[in-house]
């Protein structure tokens, strides 16, 4: 298994313990808790960990998210939380989630080991959010929390990589939602209006951004061997079927 393989294996498998952690019953209620809606606590709990910024930055960094999105979410948030203390909410719950549910794998320690040597050879060059996620301070210092955070880090690294790729794929953040799997109903579901462009043009493009992504992500990858690299992706399977049985 090469680098790039390696990033191309392990994105599917984050992105679904992730996501395993922004649908808990937990997540959902701090949202509740903190009296935002879910799409305002989606944008500031990710982008909170820029700080007091501009919702045109916010909007650059997440990229995919329609601005006009981004800038409603933004300032509902503003009206009764800083965004930052959202996203340190979100730090936490992560944490709190990772060790009640990430607490009892098997080999823990070793997805520990392996997830944290390739965080730390992330070079975050271009990477904003990767970048002030990787600075904030950990609240929880227990394995599975531990862990959460790293993975968390890992599909934010993934995140800021596509768009890079994707931009350098000469595609706009829209067409390359419209070019992919979802297609309009991605569209709608990240704030973008139609009329949308036509598919069809786009979808070697995306293709071609995809491997560039691949490329750029097994950048970090390279700091696990071979062996290494298969028992990470392993790893991250088996704790991916752990989540969603």
């Not at 997440?62 to 009764?80: C, M, N, R, S, Y």
């Not at 951004?209 to 750029?216: D, G, I, M, T």
Request: aromatic fraction near 6%; include cysteine; charge should be negative.
């Amino acid at each position: 298994m090469t680098p790039e393989q390696a990033a191309a294996n392990a994105k599917a498998g984050l992105a679904t313990i992730v996501g395993a952690f922004a649908e808990s019953p937990q997540t959902l209620r701090r949202a509740r808790l903190l009296g935002l809606s879910g799409w305002a606590y989606h944008v500031s709990a990710r982008a909170g960990a820029l700080g007091d910024v501009r919702p045109e930055t916010v909007a650059a960094a997440l990229a995919f998210i329609a601005p006009e999105a981004v800038t409603d979410g933004w300032e509902a948030t503003a009206k009764t939380s800083a965004p930052v203390e959202v996203a340190k909410w979100h730090l936490h719950e992560l944490c709190t989630w990772g060790t009640e549910q990430l607490g009892g794998f098997p080999r823990l320690s070793r997805l520990l080991d392996l997830a944290a040597r390739l965080v730390d050879a992330v070079d975050p060059a271009g990477l904003p959010l990767f970048a002030a996620w990787r600075a904030m301070p950990v609240p929880d210092t227990e394995p599975g929390a531990r862990a959460a955070v790293l993975l968390h880090l890992l599909h934010e690294h993934r995140q800021g990589i596509h768009v890079i790729a994707v931009r350098a794929g000469g595609l706009t953040p829209i067409e390359a939602i419209i070019a992919g799997p979802d297609g309009e109903t991605g569209a709608v579901a990240f704030g973008w209006q139609p009329p949308y462009p036509p598919a069809g043009p786009l979808v070697r493009r995306l293709m071609w951004a995809e491997a560039v992504a691949n490329s750029l992500a097994g950048q970090a990858y390279a700091v696990l061997d071979r062996a290494e690299r298969v028992e990470f992706a392993g790893l991250l399977e088996s704790l991916s079927h752990r989540l969603t049985r």
